[in-house]
């Protein structure tokens, strides 16, 4: 037997492991279980090349927990290690780095997550453990060695009878740790970093019913027998080529992915690149509704096939972290901190890649089905929208396939609905107005008014609509958007000719003093406006502008103008040229004259959906006496 000092200055290594890494020391499962598969693969690679004279076989990786003397016992049948190579990767490299390690993080935020950036991964055992034992078997003629340390840079190392290749980590588990002996934690920690991995991990056994022989009677029991608990699933989805997949593999996929989601995704994208960065993949689009805040943290990350973290911001472009799915790219570092990625150019790459590829699959998605992309619609709207709002190349790629719908249930490109309202929505100044409403409900005398005139209404009622309006409004020449409620028609589109009022300038003054003294405390900007007869006699309207910044600060992004929490703004335009309001100019009492007033607001009120409460029921009562 032969005893060591490992080659490090800093006697308290293990502890500063232990207390810097605390609040991650679950993570040393995975980092033993990654190194695991890794030898196992090197020995699969070396068996391939013919360097390996061994038969491969069928290798496992077992964890097994004995709870009674406190251990954990991982086993490999993977490339085993030599006692050269013990000392050389052990004692050596992984504790190359551990200088430096400690001088550049000794003094960092815990949350860094360092384990594993300087070949310290082995080393997180010793978070949980105050013994960690090595007993290994080289797939050459090398004898086997057992190698031992108590979490001093003390170790030893000695000759061992193990017979067969690969290797077995022994944990003592620390008393502060205990919980690591129970097996529905392990059990957990398997399932979250390592449900995925390459090589089949048995945890324990597990029962599994035989088919009834022949000739057996019903009520007889099914035979069973106990098999190996596999916890992992080797050959995941999006380790394979699309052309072997079919439509039910990829929703199989999502159900396990997701057991507790009960609705099927609406389509997926298959990721895969070999340059100039690895990366595959299957993203996919849920049924989204219009919150944008609940979405998030569904997609996985993974480093190939180990779990890495579900918060992909900087990896994933901010618009798609509302999707489902997995990445997996061998060029995303295992423990990096957030700042690190959004810096990394090979991040960058990926998030563009991801970008393209998305608004390639909807392009062609749009391309090929229509009316099946117009059916899903409103369930991938708020992405696209959101993507086009934050990222330019989207942006000008989603042109070949956002759609703007109208009332009717109608769905344009932007270019169709150009072609379609130009005729008779472009307005004197050469400029093409896009109607819309926000709530076909409590915007339906607007929208029946604009269909009137033969105008397009288009439907647009997402959180983020504001913003995306003023991106167009901004990006494309000659366009406005403006909500039906937003003035009367004859201002939103303006044409040359203009109605004539039959009310005199006198006259229009003198109505407009009597509705202003009616209407002193409500809050009112009038309008006199000379409208078509037909129109109706008093019309509220939001001027688009205010209502619209309004919007933009309620959805997050108001704040950039500076206006602080802005007011409800409503205008009173009169139609000068209806006859209730020529009556209400000749009336000769005052008290009649106010009834009318008050009685014309509220039906315009009414219309706009703000009346409400004790306003409309007294509105109802008065009605009642009008008609008595």
Known sequence: ????????????????????????????????????????????????????????????????????????????????????????????????????????YKDADKDTGIIGHFGLGFYSAFMVAEKVEIISKSYTDAP??????????????????????????????????????????????????????????????KTETLPKPEGAKEEDPAPTKEVDNIINNPNPAWTKKPADLKDEDYKNFYRELYPMQFEEPLFHIHLNVDYPFNLTGILYFPKLTNDLSIQKDKIQLYQ??????????????????????????????????????QADGAVKKISSYITRKVGDKLSSLFKNNREEFEAKWNDIKIVIEYGMLSEDKFFEKANQFALYPTVDGNYYTFEELEEKVKDLQTDKDDKLVLLYASNKEQQ?????????????????????????????????????????????????????????????????????????????????????????????????TEPEFMRRMKEMQQSGGGGMFGMGSMPEMYNLIVNTNHALVGEILGTKTAKKRERLINQSLDLARLSKGLLKGEELTNFINRSYEMIK
């Open 1 to 104: 037997m032969a005893t060591g000092k490992i080659n490090v200055s800093v006697e308290n290594i293990f502890p500063l492991i232990k207390k810097f890494l605390y609040s991650d020391h679950e993570i040393f499962l995975r980092e033993l279980i990654s190194n695991a598969t890794d030898a196992t693969l090197k020995l699969k690679h070396l068996t391939s090349i013919g360097e390996a004279k061994v038969d491969y076989g069928q290798p496992m990786i077992e964890v097994k927990v004995d709870k009674e003397a406190k251990k954990i016992h991982l086993i490999d049948q993977g490339i085993g290690m030599s006692e050269e190579e013990v000392k050389k990767y052990i004692n050596e490299v992984a504790f190359s780095g551990a200088e430096e390690f400690i001088d550049k």
């Open 144 to 205: 086997a060695i057992h190698w031992s340390c108590d979490g001093s840079p003390k170790f030893t190392i000695k000759k061992s009878d193990k017979t067969d290749r690969g290797t077995e980590i022994i944990l003592s588990i620390a008393d502060d740790s205990t919980e690591f002996l129970e097996d529905n934690r392990i059990s957990e920690l398997l399932l979250k970093y390592n449900k995925f991995m390459p090589i089949p991990i048995k945890f324990g056994t």
């Open 304 to 341: 190939n096939q180990v779990f890495v973290t579900d918060n992909v911001e900087g990896i994933v472009p901010e618009f798609l972290t509302m999707l489902r799915g997995v990445i997996d790219s061998p060029d995303i570092p295992l423990n990096v901190s957030r700042s690190y990625l």
């Open 444 to 540: 339906h005398s607007y929208i029946e008014a604009a269909k009137a005139k033969g105008f397009e209404v288009l439907l647009l009622d997402s959180p983020i609509v504001s913003h995306l309006m003023q991106k167009l409004e901004t990006s494309k020449e000659k366009v406005s958007f403006a909500r039906v409620d937003a003035d009367h028609l004859d201002n939103l589109i303006k044409k040359e000719e203009t109605q004539i009022s039959k009310l005199s300038d006198e006259e229009k003054e003198k109505l407009k003093s009597n509705i202003e003294e009616v209407l002193a405390d409500k809050g009112y900007t009038i309008q006199m406006e000379a409208m078509d007869s037909s129109s109706s006699p008093f019309i509220i």
